[in-house]
C-alpha cells in the first residue's frame, strides 16, 4: 500500500482543526464530486495521483485476464501465465508511484485514499488468488481458502482506512507503522508462484500433492500457504515498521 491514505488521514485531521478555527478551503475536487451537473465532472475531479492508482488497477485486471486466457487455451503455453504474474509487481510500481506525485503535488485527497485501497484489493489480493487458481488450485476447498485470502486483504484495507487517523505519526505525517503485513507482500506469494511455472510445478504437479483425492474434501495443502499470509495481514498485534 502507498502512503496515499496516511497522508490523507492527516489532511483530513488538519482540515478538522481549520473547520473548527476558520472558514474551510476551498476544495475543488470535492465541489466537483458533489456536483449535480457535468457527465465528466468526476474525471476533472480526479488528481494526477489518482490516474496513476487507476494503473495500480488495471495492472490487476489485467493479470486477471491472463489468468482466465491461460484457463483457455493450451495448458502447455505458458506466455498468459507469466504475463498474469508479470502484471504485479507493475502494479506495485504504480503503487508506490502515486503516493510519490501525491506528495509532491500536494495534492491528496479522500477519493484517492479510497482508490488507492480498491486498486490494491484487485492487485495484491484477487489476481494472485486467480493466477493460484489457474495453475492448479482448483478443487472447491482450495477456492474456500483462497476466497479466505481474498477476504482477510478487503478486511485489512478497511481497517487501515478507519484507523490510519490513530496510528502514531512522525512530524510529517508519515505512519511509524504498518498494522498487520502490507497487502502489497502478497508478492512474496507471486514470486513463488512464477518459480513454480518456471519448474513446471503446475496442476497435477504442484507442490505438497492433493490430499484426500475424490472425496469432498481433496485440497492442495499448500493453499495453507494463502490463510497463513490473510491471517498475518488482519493481525492487529503485528506491527511492521515503514521503510
Known amino acids: 500500500m502507498s502512503k496515499r491514505t496516511s497522508s490523507a488521514a492527516a489532511n483530513g485531521a488538519v482540515a478538522k482543526e481549520t ?8 476544495d475543488k475536487q470535492k465541489v466537483l464530486l458533489s456536483s449535480e451537473t457535468g457527465h465528466f465532472s468526476l474525471i476533472r475531479a480526479m488528481h494526477l495521483a489518482d490516474l496513476i492508482t487507476e494503473l495500480n488497477g488495471l495492472c490487476g485486471v489485467m493479470s486477471i485476464f491472463s ?35 501525491a506528495r509532491w503535488r500536494n495534492k491528496s485527497s479522500l477519493m484517492g ?3 488507492d485501497s480498491l486498486a490494491d484489493l484487485i492487485s495484491f489480493g484477487v489476481s494472485p488468488a486467480v493466477v493460484a487458481f489457474a495453475i492448479g ?28 487517523a490513530d496510528i502514531p505519526k512522525d512530524a510529517t505525517g508519515k505512519a511509524a507503522y504498518f498494522e498487520g503485513t502490507p497487502i502489497p507482500t502478497t508478492l512474496g ?38 490463510m497463513i499470509h490473510g491471517c498475518l495481514m488482519t493481525s492487529k498485534t503485528l506491527h511492521v515498521p515503514k521503510p
Open 19 to 26: 473547520t473548527e478555527h476558520s472558514p474551510a478551503p476551498y
Open 67 to 101: 489468468s482466465l486466457r491461460y484457463c483457455l487455451g493450451d495448458p502447455t503455453s505458458l506466455g498468459n501465465i507469466y504475463a498474469a504474474l508479470a502484471f504485479l509487481p507493475l502494479g506495485l510500481f504504480f503503487d508506490f508511484f502515486d503516493g510519490k506525485v
Open 113 to 115: 485514499q479510497e482508490l
Open 137 to 164: 488450485f482448483r478443487t472447491p476447498l482450495d477456492h474456500l481458502c483462497l476466497a479466505f485470502f481474498v477476504l482477510c486483504g478487503l478486511t485489512r484495507l478497511a481497517r487501515f482506512n478507519v484507523t490510519a
Open 189 to 226: 506469494l507471486d514470486a513463488l508462484m512464477a518459480y513454480w511455472v518456471s519448474q513446471g510445478w503446475i496442476h497435477e504437479a504442484v507442490p505438497g500433492g492433493l490430499w484426500f483425492a475424490d472425496t469432498i474434501f481433496e485440497v492442495h495443502p499448500i493453499v495453507a500457504m494463502f
